[in-house]
């Protein structure tokens, strides 16, 4: 029985805002607070290349469906 409130507890704490702290802490312990700025470098390349394919995607999209309605 007290296994089941602390899971409803951590679930209630983790619900709320509070759960960017967790996520940092555990971050933190996993990483190590001296890769934490590479892996942040990385990241932020990862969502510029990601951004990249999205707008390439979408005009590839767009010249096919002008290309399918000139037809």
């Known amino acids: 029985m007290y ?7 951590l679930a209630g704490f983790i619900a709320g805002q509070e759960w960017i702290i967790l996520v940092i802490v555990v971050v933190v312990l996993i990483f190590g607070a001296k890769k934490i700025p590479e892996l942040a470098k990385t990241m932020g390349r990862a969502k510029g290349e990601f951004e990249k394919g999205k707008i390439e995607g979408e005009k590839e999209l ?4 002008d290309k399918e309605q000139k037809q």
Do not use: H, T, Y
């Open 3 to 9: 296994g089941m409130s602390v899971l409803a507890g």
């Open 62 to 65: 767009n010249d096919f469906k």
